[in-house]
C-alpha cells in the first residue's frame, strides 16, 4: 500500500517518516528497508535520526541513502567511472568548445549546472528521459545551433563509451533499461517497505526509478510537498507527485514558521493554481515581517542570518555590503577564508607560546609567509614530527617570533584589517559564521532566526516569471518559510523582481 505524506515548512516530516520506520521494525529487518532521498543532506539527516533514535548501526542502514547513490551501488560502479568536471572540459578542448564550470551539485547528486547551454540542454532532457533532439523540437530554443547540438550530443556519447565513463542519468538510465552490453536486467532487493522524500524534486526518470523500487515493495510512504518544488529548470516533474495515488496524510503543525512569515507565504503560494490544497498552523510566536529599501540598512550585529537572491552573480553585491559592513559570513556552505586565515593565527600563538606544532600545522604557517621563513631551509623538515619555535628558527628557517599580523607577511594590508576589525568586534572566527548567504535554490532545507530574502529577478527568471508565475510562487514561498523569527524583505532594485 503507498502512503503519501505532504509536510509544509517545518512540521517534521523527517520525524514523521522516522516513526513509520519505527513501527515496522517490530517485525522488519532494517536491511528490508529503504530510504530514498533526492539530496545527499536528506539522507544522512534521515539515516543520523534513525541511527539516533531507533538504536540502529551505521551497518544496519544499507538502504538510506540518494537514488542516484542506490543506483551507484546496484550497478556496482566506482567513482573513476563517473563523468566529473575534468571530463566535460577534455570534452570540449578535444572539440575546440568551452565546457566549463560543469559539475554536479554538492549536495543534490541529480542537480547538474553547465555554462554550456547545450550539455545543460542535454542533462536536462535526459532527466525527462527524452532524446535531446527530440526535446530540442519541443522547446523554445533559438540561441541553440541543431546542427551543433547533435554534434555535441554524438561526441559526448562517444566520448564517455571511449574512456568507459558513466553520468548520473546514464546510471539511472542504465538501471532501469538494463546492462546495453549483455541485456542483464537490474532486479531491485525485495524490500518490505521504502520511504521516498523530497519526491516533489524528482524528475520524470527518478520518478520511474521510484516506480521499479517500488513495485519490488509491499509498502511504500512517498514524502514531500509540492509547494516547495523548485527545481523544475533542472527536470524535476512536481505533477507526478501532485497527481499521485494513495493514501494521503497532511502534516498540519509547523515548528519553524512563526505566525507573521506564515500569513505571507499563505499569499504567496494560494497563486499557485496546481496544487494540493493544505491545511497547516504556524507556532505561537508572532515574527515579524519587516520591509527595507537595502540591505545595508539592516542591522546584523546579533542572532543568525540567512540572505537569499535568486541567481548566483547577486551573491556578489550582498558580499560586498557585508565586507564594507565589516561583517563575518559564508557562501552557502563554503568555508570563509578569513576561518582558514584565522585558524593559522591560532596554530602561529600556539607556537610562540611553546606549544610544539605538527609538520602540517608549520606548513600551512610558512605557506603565509613570504619573507619571514627561509623556504630552501624548510625542505628539510620530516613530514611526521612536531617541532617547537626555537627548532624552527635554528635549523630550518623561520625568521620571526612577532605577532601574527607582522609574522604572516603574505597576508595583504586590507586582509589583516578586515581580521583585526572582526576579531575587535567580538566575532569567533573559530566558528561558522552567523551569516550565510545563498540562492534561493541552494537553501531548501535550511533555517535561520533571521532571514533576508532579496525580491529581484534575473533577466531570465523575470521572463520565465511572466510567462509561468508559478513556479517563482514556489520558488519565494520555500524562502519566506526559511525564517524561525524575523523576515526582512528587501524592495526591488530594479524593474525585474518579484511581487511581495
Known sequence: MRTIIYGP?????????????????????????????????????????AIENLDLFSDDLDYFQTLHSFCFNQLNLNKNQVMKEKHYKDLGEKMGLEIEGTQQDDDHDSVFYSKNPYIQLINLARSKDIDPIHYYHLTDNQKISLNKLEIINKELTRYKDQNGLIDFSDMVDRYLKGNPETGE????PSFRVIFVDEAQDLSLMQWQLVKKIEDAATDSFIAGDDDQGIYKWNGAHVNT???????????????????APFRLANKIIKKVKNRVEKEWLPKD????????????????SQGKWLILSNANYMLNAVGDILDEKNLYWQRRNATP??????EIIQKWDELRQGTPLHFND?????????????????????????????????????????????????LGTEEIRKIQKLIDSGEDLSKDPRIRVSTIHGVKGSERENVVVNTDLSGAAYEEYQKNPDDTHRLFYVAVTRTEENLFLIEPQTRKAYEL
Open 362 to 410: 608549520c606548513k600551512k604557517i610558512f605557506n603565509k609567509m613570504n619573507n619571514n621563513w627561509d623556504k630552501k631551509l624548510q625542505k628539510n623538515m620530516v613530514k611526521d614530527l612536531f617541532y617547537d619555535i626555537d627548532t624552527l628558527k635554528e635549523t630550518y628557517g623561520l625568521k620571526t617570533e612577532a605577532e601574527w599580523h607582522e609574522a604572516l607577511d603574505e
Open 9 to 49: 515548512p517545518g512540521t517534521g516530516k523527517t520525524w514523521t517518516l522516522i516513526e513509520e520506520i519505527k513501527k515496522f521494525l517490530e517485525n522488519t529487518d532494517p536491511k528490508r528497508i529503504g530510504y530514498f532521498t533526492f539530496s545527499k543532506n536528506a539522507a544522512i539527516h534521515g539515516k543520523e535520526r
Open 185 to 188: 536486467q537490474y532486479i531491485p
Open 241 to 259: 507527485f501532485i497527481n499521485l495515488e494513495g493514501k494521503r496524510k497532511i502534516l498540519d503543525q509547523s515548528r519553524r514558521v512563526p505566525k
Open 285 to 300: 510566536e508572532e515574527g515579524s515581517v519587516n520591509r527595507f529599501s537595502s540591505l545595508s540598512d539592516i542591522d546584523f
Open 337 to 342: 577564508r578569513i576561518k582558514n586565515v584565522y
